[in-house]
């Protein structure tokens, strides 16, 4: 994890709802991604647990999201902030985001992965995230193989101005991954969803390598 104290975050995401591949001619880009920044909050995000083993610390650099209970196989980028502050996200609705800047999977603290919703026609990566109940299992990759598995804890929808940062990115001394998405309605009048989707995920006491 890079050694970063504190990071100035405008939005919990950037955008929900992912750019299509191509726009045809005539077609306003607004009709299809029209995403506005959520909350301002400064979070800490050198956020490895105090009182976390060193042998407890070593996280993987993910390279791809396995969801077998939504059936979700998915590439894992790596993103941070955008010049306005906010969260990267990819332009596509196949890739799933890391929270770079923040914590690797597997280390004490809360890792994020975020993934689109839809691109305002069709489902994207995370759009069934939803369906997720405690107990489901997520796997994460390497690229070398190294597999890391994490289990379902909770799942919170917020109100959009309302998202905990600090508890989503913030310090743990667990070893977290934490999924967001958006959620509810679309609300045309501010081009955005109303709720953000998240998925809190603790790594399981059993880890498997390939």
Known sequence: MKPLLFILLTALLAACSAK???????????????????????????????????????????????????????????????????????????????????????????????GHVDNEKAPAVFFKLKELEKGDEIHLYDEDGKHLTFVVKDKIAYQKDDAPLRKIFGPSDKRMLNLITCTGYFDRDIHNYVERLVVYTELAEQQNES
């Open 20 to 114: 299509e591949p191509q726009l045809s001619k005539g077609t306003k880009e607004t009709e299809v991604y029209a995403e506005q920044p959520v909350q301002q909050a400064v979070i800490a995000a050198g956020n490895k647990g105090t009182n976390a083993p060193a042998h407890e610390q070593s996280g993987i650099t993910p390279s791809s999201l396995s969801i077998p209970a939504i059936d979700l196989e998915a590439p894992v980028k790596d993103f941070g902030l955008d010049e306005n502050g906010n969260m990267e996200l990819p332009e596509n609705g196949k890739d799933v985001a890391w929270f770079e800047p923040g914590v690797q999977p597997g280390e004490a603290g809360n890792a994020v992965l975020a």
